[in-house]
Nanobody
């Protein structure tokens, strides 16, 4: 199995920044599409962003475009989510996920095969 472990969450002021990391271990990581999702209190899990296995293409939810950036370092088996201009509504548990099939829908949670345990991000107003 592939294990994914998120880190970097915490408490930040509105307008601040955080950089989340997701470290992968187990089977091959570099060929997977990697996604970030989040679940806010009382809400369904939603797509945040995704990045292709090579890092050449990335995708973002409209709500975070221009403020969040996803990247990956395959040599380190790690994917990152740089979050800038954080708003209180960004408070959520953030999850990274790995998608084996690169031809699927990148924004659909049910397309991903492996999930991390999540890391809490809290944005204070």
């Amino acid at each position: 199995q592939v294990q994914l472990v998120e880190s970097g969450g915490g408490l930040v002021q509105a307008g601040g920044s955080l950089r989340l990391s997701c470290a992968a271990s187990g089977r091959t990581f570099s060929r997977y599409t990697m996604g970030w999702f989040r679940r806010a209190p009382g809400k369904e899990r939603e797509f945040v962003g995704a990045i292709s296995w090579s890092g050449g293409r990335s995708y973002y939810a409209d709500s975070v475009k221009g403020r969040f950036n996803i990247s990956r370092d395959n040599a380190k088996n790690t994917v990152y989510l740089q979050m800038n201009g954080l708003k209180p509504e960004a408070t959520a548990v953030y999850y990274c996920a790995a998608k084996v099939d690169s031809s699927g829908i990148y924004s659909a949670a049910n397309e991903y095969n492996y999930w991390g345990q999540g890391t809490q991000v809290t944005v204070s107003s």
